[in-house]
Each structure stands twice: as C-alpha cells, then as structure tokens.
C-alpha cells in the first residue's frame, strides 16, 4: 500500500520525532489556554438564568389564568356609554 503524494513528501520533509514534539507543544498550548474556560463559564452561568426565568414562569402561570378569566368577566359585563349626557 502505498501513501498518497502529498503523505510522502511530507514525511520525507520532517521526521516523525518532530511532528510528535508539535502535536506535543500544540496540545500543551491548548491546555494553558484560559478564554474557553470562561466562555463555558458564562454559557453555565446563562443557561442557569434562563433556568431559572422558566422555572419562575411556570410558577405563576396558573395565578395569571385565573387572574385573566377574572378580568375577563368584569370587563364583559362593564357597558361603554358612547353619548355624552
């Protein structure tokens, strides 16, 4: 089996050792790196807002449905005078 042109040249240009050490250096980098902690930081931080606005939403769902058919009945039975006596 046999590598494709481009596999070769680049094995034939840098040896194995190498492109272990940057693999190395590479993943080292990515581990220091600090700012994609802190975006998943705000994404915990913003799906536990939202959490929580759900949470408080369905908590006074059932108090506005009531509230509304109250209105509802107080209002259907108010009449509008349309003339000024």
Known sequence: MTLPEDTQRMAKSE?????VMKLF??????????????TVDWVVLTAAVVGLGI???AAIKGGTGALTSKINEHLS?????????
């Open 15 to 19: 040896p194995y050792g190498e492109k």
């Open 55 to 57: 949470a408080a939403l």
């Open 25 to 38: 250096k590479l993943a080292k980098k990515f581990h220091a790196e600090e700012e994609g902690a802190v």
């Open 77 to 85: 039975g108010a009449s509008i005078s349309t003339t000024f006596d």
